[in-house]
């Protein structure tokens, strides 16, 4: 099953929404266990600490525009050793992971309007003894407004000790 985000626009004549409502849609589809909790955040680089917290994505993974360094959605965060897992897709197919260098078009995703640079949201889902459980990141358009869940709803295995 391919993976393709299904984008929300604004109608013609109506504000597109805004950062915060775009925060409510990423918290709101990522699931929580029974004493569980959701933690929701706009995706910021630590690396360059870029003011305007633009990424560019491909193959499953967010770049930063100002320092080129990746988020890592599918290998779990910047810090792979501090967050060591693997994603199992909850119904819907999580996007394309980056098996080698190189990117094609296609590899990258665009809005309806074809921008390709975005506001990065992420909600973790953790059960009540702290474990991350699941998570889903979602992709604002700069330009437009529009978004889409990018990883929605994904459950978090816990990734072999290498």
Known sequence: MDHAP????????????GPEDFLRRVRSAVR??????????????GMCGADEDEFEVAKGECFCVGCCIPLGITDGGVHPAA?????EPSGVPLPPASPGRGFEASDLPRCPAGHDVFHVAVALAFAADGAVRGIT????????????LYVEDARVVAAPAV
């Open 6 to 17: 299904v984008w929300t626009c604004a109608a013609d004549g109506e504000p597109s929404p």
């Open 137 to 148: 990141v979602g992709l604002r358009c700069l330009e437009d407004g529009a978004s889409c």
């Open 32 to 45: 929580t266990e029974p004493g569980g909790y959701v933690a929701a955040r706009t995706a910021r680089c």
């Open 83 to 87: 967050y060591p897992w693997r994603l």
